[in-house]
């Protein structure tokens, strides 16, 4: 089921910003767009701890340097 107005972020957006607004709307994926084109979509998944996080790779961190 597509939404008719879905909500969507900047590419400038904070990684934060993302997880807030998916986690407020209840919904897994959240649409990155650039100059009134998708150019990428964040998922729920992409701030999984079972994962190389979102959050790490913003803040120049990789999974092995937390182990």
Do not use: N, Y
Request: hydrophobic share 35%.
């Amino acid at each position: 089921v597509m939404t008719t107005d879905p909500k969507w972020l900047p590419p400038e957006a904070r990684p934060d910003e993302a997880l807030q607004l998916m986690l407020k709307g209840r919904f897994r994926h959240l649409p990155v767009c650039d100059e009134g084109k998708v150019s990428g979509v964040v998922s729920i998944r992409d701030f999984s701890p079972k994962s190389s996080s979102l959050l790490d790779r913003f803040r120049g961190k990789s999974a092995a340097a937390r182990d």
